[in-house]
């Protein structure tokens, strides 16, 4: 037994070696950040002369549920919450549809330069930041130079500034976010797509199968797992957004912020206009509670209909 836990021992001890910077990265910046969900409950002051932790947890009285009570009781909170949704539902739908079928497309490229290149043109947005990205918007809608104010002027018609537009940005923001981001997905898909046994192909040439057929009967079934995990974990942001999309894209534009803001551009206005560390925090508890709770939820549900479905 002794001889067994040895050789136990010698083989992992390598690989337990390799581990401990991610273990430590996680509990560095995942675990060890969870105490700071105290501030939810408390009326956060900084002490001067006194680290945060002294201040948080002896230099702060209690507030109970007063933060959440303020969250909700928010006249703005409501609206907040609902482009939340509507965008992360849009933003869930799209953003499936769209990246399987230009993997499935992609996979039907028969020129191998074609689709390494397709690839890289796909990807490319995916790497850029997004104050890079709220520059190339504002190149096309800037009222002053942008390209299709510069386009309606040479053709006669009165130019739009866009910033003051509210009803124009429920699309841009959907087109921007798509085409950031369906590059990589797009990838994971087509990844998957490679790894169908050909022989499902061959069976179905013999069937006669034509291209529908052969998407609908062999693609689609092969890419059901990972599109499930996909659409699981998205849930679980259900309530979260991307904030340089609604902040650095929008330029922060009030004019437009009754269909722009979302939960995380207006607790990050709460908390450096108004220093509401409370507000914040009991904001940033209830996405993540509540996300955790969806994702659960949903992955119940997944094994249910398919036993060897879900995440966990």
Same mark, same amino acid.
């Given at each position: 037994?002794?001889?067994?836990?040895?050789?136990?021992?010698?083989?992992?001890?390598?690989?337990?070696?390799?581990?401990?910077?991610?273990?430590?990265?996680?509990?560095?910046?995942?675990?060890?950040?969870?105490?700071?969900?105290?501030?939810?409950?408390?009326?956060?002051?900084?002490?001067p002369?006194?680290?945060f932790?002294?201040?948080?947890?002896?230099g702060?009285?209690?507030?109970?549920?007063?933060?959440?009570?303020?969250?909700?009781?928010?006249?703005?909170?409501? !609206? =907040? +919450? *609902?482009?939340?949704? $509507?965008?992360?539902?849009?933003?869930? @739908?799209?953003?499936? %549809? #769209?990246?399987?079928?230009?993997?499935?497309?992609?996979?039907?490229?028969?020129?191998?330069?074609?689709?390494?290149?397709?690839?890289v043109?796909?990807?490319?947005?995916?790497?850029?930041?997004?104050?890079?990205?709220?520059y190339?918007?504002y190149?096309?809608?800037?009222?002053?130079?942008?390209?299709?104010?510069?386009i309606?002027?040479?053709?006669?018609?009165?130019?739009?500034?866009?910033?003051?537009?509210?009803?124009?940005?429920?699309?841009?923001?959907?087109?921007?976010?798509?085409?950031?981001?369906?590059?990589?997905?797009?990838?994971?898909?087509?990844?998957?797509?490679?790894?169908?046994?050909?022989?499902?192909?061959?069976?179905?040439?013999?069937?006669?199968?034509?291209?529908? !057929? =052969? +998407? *609908?009967?062999?693609? $689609?079934?092969?890419?059901?797992?990972? @599109?499930?995990?996909? %659409? #699981?974990?998205?849930?679980?942001?259900?309530?979260?957004?991307?904030?340089?999309?609604?902040?650095?894209?929008?330029?922060?534009?009030?004019?437009?912020?009754?269909?722009?803001?979302?939960?995380?551009?207006?607790?990050?206005?709460?908390?450096?206009?108004?220093?509401?560390?409370?507000?914040?925090?009991?904001?940033?508890?209830?996405?993540?509670?509540?996300?955790c709770?969806?994702?659960?939820?949903?992955?119940?549900?997944?094994?249910?209909?398919?036993?060897?479905?879900?995440?966990?």
């Open positions: 037994m002794k001889n067994k836990r040895n050789r136990f021992g010698e083989k992992n001890t390598a690989l337990t070696v390799l581990s401990l910077p991610t273990l430590l990265w996680y509990a560095l910046f995942c675990y060890l950040p969870l105490f700071g969900i105290v501030m939810a409950f408390k009326r956060y002051r900084l002490i002369g006194k680290s932790v002294y201040s948080l947890f002896f702060s009285e209690w507030a109970g549920l007063n933060n959440f009570r303020f969250l909700f009781l928010n006249p703005q909170m409501w !609206q =907040v +919450i *609902r482009n939340t949704l $509507l965008y992360n539902i849009v933003f869930l @739908i799209l953003g499936t %549809v #769209i990246p399987v079928g230009l993997a499935i497309i992609l996979s039907y490229i028969g020129s191998a330069r074609i689709r390494s290149a397709v690839q043109i796909m990807l490319l947005p995916y790497f850029l930041s997004w104050v890079i990205v709220s190339f918007v190149a096309f809608l800037s009222a002053d130079k942008g390209l299709i104010n510069t309606l002027r040479s053709a006669g018609a009165e130019a739009v500034n866009f910033y003051m537009e509210p009803e124009v940005w429920p699309f841009i923001l959907v087109v921007v976010e798509l085409w950031k981001s369906s590059g990589y997905s797009m990838l994971l898909y087509y990844a998957n797509i490679m790894g169908i046994d050909p022989q499902l192909y061959d069976l179905a040439a013999v069937d006669g199968a034509g291209v529908r !057929q =052969v +998407i *609908r009967h062999v693609i $689609l079934p092969s890419l059901k797992n990972v @599109i499930t995990v996909l %659409v #699981i974990l998205n849930l679980g942001h259900i309530l979260s957004s991307d904030f340089g999309l609604f902040y650095q894209v929008t330029r922060n534009s009030g004019s437009i912020q009754q269909v722009t803001q979302t939960i995380d551009v207006f607790v990050f206005k709460a908390l450096t206009e108004q220093s509401n560390y409370g507000f914040s925090a009991a904001a940033g508890l209830m996405q993540n509670g509540i996300g709770i969806i994702l659960l939820i949903a992955d119940r549900l997944i094994k249910r209909i398919d036993p060897g479905g879900g995440v966990t």
